[in-house]
């Protein structure tokens, strides 16, 4: 089933964009990763749940939390 | 035993270092990180191997290579 998660990400260069995208280019799942850098916005869709989103950003060392509602 | 182990890590800004500090801080085994990101060098000493520095920060999603000799 496809799922869209949006979360905030602390990024400040485009050297943080890369190593998020690549660490969710790497989960199962992942269909489509967009991320926009001065919003620190990352929507990851695909057959992939909430929380292994987070968990996975959050192994890239990168302070994340689900977008504020 | 105590190793010292030695990396060039793709960074390019306080965010990418912050992220490398992050995962390799939480890495069982380590007991001190050095990072000097004008040359992208990162020295991890500890009770650690070099596959096993190279695997965590290689997780961050940052581009990371044992420090050319």
Redesign the interface.
């Known amino acids: 089933m496809t799922e869209t998660v949006t979360l905030k990400v602390?990024?400040?260069?485009?050297?943080?964009e890369?190593?998020?995208?690549?660490?969710l280019n790497n989960m199962p799942g992942v269909q489509k990763v967009d991320i926009d850098l001065p919003s620190q916005k990352v929507v990851v869709t695909g057959d992939v749940t909430q929380d292994a989103v987070l968990q996975t950003v959050a192994?890239?060392?990168?302070k994340t939390e689900l977008w504020p509602q």
């Open positions: 602390a990024m400040m260069c485009g050297g943080c890369g190593a998020v995208r690549r660490v192994k890239s060392g990168k």
